[in-house]
């Protein structure tokens, strides 16, 4: 694929050393961006161009129907000045996997991970330097035709923005406090739940809201159809230490398929750590906390890392985890993933697992 570059005239303020320790996530946008259009079956003019504000007509079919998909990846600085990316290419081919579902076209995995690549080599200066900090990448495939039927449109927007990013909770590396949802449900069998689509995100933020209002930061999701099983929360996976065995939920089609779920699992195996994926109640999960088993819980995302849960409510009963006065309650086998994870994405800990690649290298 030819990637032809315009270069942006005027170049935004960069975030300085110390703007980068409040980055928060995803409020501040770089200098370019990737595009590419679909029309009569094929993807073309694929460009990096100056970052800029997008028209479309009113009747745009993503904004009726949310024929829409989306991805989210990082960029890391080791300490080198290396640029790398981590399982850029899951992330090209679970695009893929959200387009067959969305009825959208697909786009080949070496393209796209060429336009990522490309983009990052064009926005190094934006990858932040502190602990912490990415450059964050947002592909982002969205419906154009201009039609008010409900069908499939035939022409598409691929485009790949980048945030400078540091932490995704406000307190950045720190026990969080999630409340299971036990009114709304985010996905059904045979929905859309497994792929990373907005309408997700949009029928799940008046609970997110709501579980907002009393403190809590997200919401834990059970199954749809029987209101029982723990699946995952809004931005990420979730882990549950039990019995010293790390239990999550399967991958069935109503769940996310993380890339860091996937990688945490590996590095807990590495660790000698049984891992489980099976349909875990919340019944199991509460009385576990009751008994003591229940020793660890964390989520995990791109955004998010690998995320210390240190309180969990379900109805009037809550489960507290970790104790303050040690590692400010972050799990011991949290924190190991932690740094073992951030240490593979910043090229601290060399990659045996083929997960890390260098933007300058093709
Ligand atoms: N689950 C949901 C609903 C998400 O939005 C995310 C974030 O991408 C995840 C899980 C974690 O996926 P990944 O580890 O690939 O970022
Ligand atoms: C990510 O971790 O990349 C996500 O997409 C989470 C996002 C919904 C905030």
Redesign the pocket.
Same mark, same amino acid.
Not at 301 to 304: E, M, Q, R, V
């Given at each position: 694929m030819n990637i032809s570059i315009t270069k942006a005239t005027e170049l935004k303020k960069k975030p300085t050393r110390e703007e980068e320790g409040s980055l928060g996530?995803g409020k501040r946008f770089s200098d370019h961006m990737f595009m590419m259009n679909y029309d009569n079956g094929e993807w073309h003019d694929a460009r990096i161009v100056p970052y800029q504000k997008l028209s479309f007509d009113p009747s745009c079919a993503v904004f009726h129907y949310a024929q829409e998909i989306f991805e %989210?990846?990082k960029a890391y600085r080791a300490d080198d000045d290396r640029i790398l990316m981590f399982r850029a290419r899951d992330n090209a081919e679970r695009l893929n996997n959200s387009a067959v579902r969305l009825c959208m076209p697909t786009i080949d995995i070496e393209d796209n991970y060429e336009a990522m690549r490309q983009l990052v080599q064009v926005e190094r200066d934006w990858v932040p330097h502190s602990a912490g900090t990415s450059l964050y990448l947002r592909p982002t495939m969205i419906a154009t035709d201009e039609a008010l039927g409900v069908h499939a449109s035939k022409s598409y927007l691929y485009y790949i923005i980048c945030s400078p990013s540091g932490a =995704?909770y406000k307190a950045g590396l720190a026990p969080i406090r999630i409340r299971v949802e036990d009114r709304y449900v985010r996905a059904v069998r045979g929905g859309t739940g497994f792929a990373?689509t907005g309408g997700n =995100?949009a029928c799940s933020i008046l609970a997110g809201a709501e579980a907002e209002k009393e403190g809590y930061s997200q919401v834990l999701w059970l199954d749809g159809e029987h209101m029982k099983y723990v699946q995952e929360v809004g &931005?990420m996976n979730m882990m549950f230490l039990i019995d010293g065995k790390l239990v999550t939920a399967p991958l069935e089609d109503t769940i996310l398929p993380g890339i860091t779920r996937r990688s945490v699992m590996t590095l807990a195996r590495e660790m000698g750590i049984e891992v489980e994926e099976r349909p875990l109640s919340v019944e199991e999960l509460i009385e576990a906390g009751d008994s003591g088993k229940l020793t660890e819980a964390f989520g995990t %995302?791109? &955004? &998010?890392v690998v995320s210390p849960v240190g309180e969990l409510a379900y109805r009037d009963k809550h489960i507290y985890l970790g104790d303050k006065s040690v590692n400010n309650g972050i799990g011991e086998l949290t924190m190991k993933l932690y740094n073992t994870l951030t240490g593979l994405q910043w090229g601290r800990i060399p990659d045996t697992h083929g997960w890390v690649t260098d933007i300058d290298k093709k």
């Open positions: 996530f %989210g990846l =995704y990373k =995100y &931005a %995302g791109t &955004a &998010a």
